[in-house]
């Protein structure tokens, strides 16, 4: 059995000493082996990932892994409502960022641009699964380090 790709996951069955539902980061190479990583904390919306993962017991328990999108910056191609209530409407072209939590729940975040900057809230509306395709990921160059990251919610 092949491993699957480096990235974002949510366990469907306990592995690893992890259980199900829960947000990780795959690593399928490493030493000893291939690697879950949870997430350590949160930085604008993004988690910052443990250092110490957990090794999976063998290849064949990748398979309870579902991929997720990236987080990130995305574009909405079509616009959408959060749910059946309508509560938040995401019209096409707007700027959104995709984030999750522990429980790898999709969040939606809607970042505002003001006289400070873009801002990003620190609460996002829960996102159903079915409104990825709805997304398309922009390309945007990431800063590497922990001097990189931002004293606050605002890019100046």
Known sequence: MALPPCGLYRTTAAVAGI??????????????GAGLYLPQTWTLNRAQWNTQGHTLP??????????????????????FHCCEK???????????????????????????FSARGLGFPERGQKLEAAHFA???????????????????AFVH
Do not use: M, W
């Open 19 to 32: 259980p199900a539902g829960r947000l990780v980061y795959f690593h399928n190479h490493g030493n000893p």
């Open 58 to 79: 063998d290849e064949a328990s990748a398979a309870s892994l579902v991929k997720l999108p990236d987080e990130g910056l995305y574009v909405v191609r079509q616009t």
């Open 86 to 112: 309508k509560c938040v409407e995401y019209p096409a072209q707007q700027l959104v960022q995709l984030g999750y939590d522990g429980e790898a729940t999709p969040l939606l975040f809607i970042p505002e």
């Open 134 to 152: 709805k997304l398309e990921l922009l390309r945007v160059a990431t800063a590497r380090g922990a001097e990189a990251a931002p004293r606050d």
